[in-house]
C-alpha cells in the first residue's frame, strides 16, 4: 500500500462515542488581530474549520475521544501545532497566535534543480516513495506538485523536500482527497535505500453516485483491517 495511504487508517471511524466542540481563536501575533485566510484542522482526520474573519473565533464540532494534534495554518504564516486530548466534554482553548515568516528571496529559476527536465526527475523519485507502488497509489494523483521545493544532493545521493502550501492528493481508490504540508522529506537514495518525512494531513471525502460511494466504503474497510489502526482498535476494546 502507499505510504500517504497508511494515514486513512489513522482515523477511520468504526466506533461511536460522545462528541465534543474544541473552540478557541487565532490571532496575530503581531497586533492580536484575526489572521484572514486561516485553516483549523485536526491531523489525520476530516475536521477543520475557518476561524471567523472578525473575532478569529471557530468551532471543531463532533470530536470523538482521542488523542490529536490541532494544525493552524495560514498565508504568510508559520505553521502552529499542538497537542489536544479530548475525553467527550467540550474545550475552550486560550489564543492561538500566529507568527509572520520572514520575507524568502524568489528562487533562481536559472539552478540546474528548478530546469523542468531536473523537476520531473525528482518529482519522479518524490512520488515513488511518498506515494509508493501499489496498485492502491497508482490511484493517487499529485494535483499540485508545484508547490514541492525539492532539492537532490548529487553528493550524497539525498532528495530532500518540503512545502510553503498544501500538497493535494486526489485518491480515487479510498475516495479522499488529502491535503498535505510536509514538514520535512528525506530519501536517501544511495546503496542503503531509506527515506523519513513527517508533517500533517486534511482528509475530504470525495463526493459521487451511491454505487461509488460504496465501493469506497469498501475499500476503505480493506485497508483498515489489519492495520496497525485495526490492531489497537482491537486492543482497546
Known sequence: MGRVLLLILVFFPFAVF????????????????????????????????????????????????????????????????????????????QAITLTAKLPVAAPDVSLPENSPTVFNKNLGLFKSEFLGSSSRAKECKIENPDVLEMRYDEHTSTLTAATNDFLVIT????????????????????????????????????????RQEQ??????????EGSPAHFLSAAVN
Do not use: C, M
Not at 514538514?183 to 475530504?204: D, I, P, Q
Not at 465501493?215 to 480493506?222: F, I
Open 18 to 93: 460522545s462528541q465534543a466542540t474544541i473552540s478557541g481563536k487565532v490571532v496575530n501575533q503581531a497586533g492580536g488581530k484575526p489572521v484572514a485566510g486561516a485553516t483549523v484542522f485536526l491531523n489525520n482526520t476530516t475536521i477543520t474549520g475557518k476561524p471567523a474573519p472578525v473575532s478569529g473565533a471557530f468551532a471543531l464540532k463532533n470530536v470523538k475521544p482521542g488523542h490529536y494534534d490541532l494544525v493552524v495554518t495560514a498565508p504568510g504564516f508559520g505553521i502552529y501545532a499542538q497537542s489536544v486530548n479530548v475525553d467527550g466534554r467540550n474545550i475552550t482553548l
Open 215 to 224: 465501493v469506497w466504503q469498501e475499500g476503505r474497510q480493506e485497508a483498515y
Open 171 to 210: 485518491n480515487n481508490g479510498l475516495g479522499y482527497k488529502v491535503r498535505y504540508l510536509i514538514k520535512k522529506f528525506s530519501l536517501s537514495n544511495g546503496e542503503e535505500r531509506s527515506v523519513s518525512y513527517s508533517g500533517y494531513a486534511l482528509f475530504e471525502k470525495l463526493k459521487g453516485p451511491a
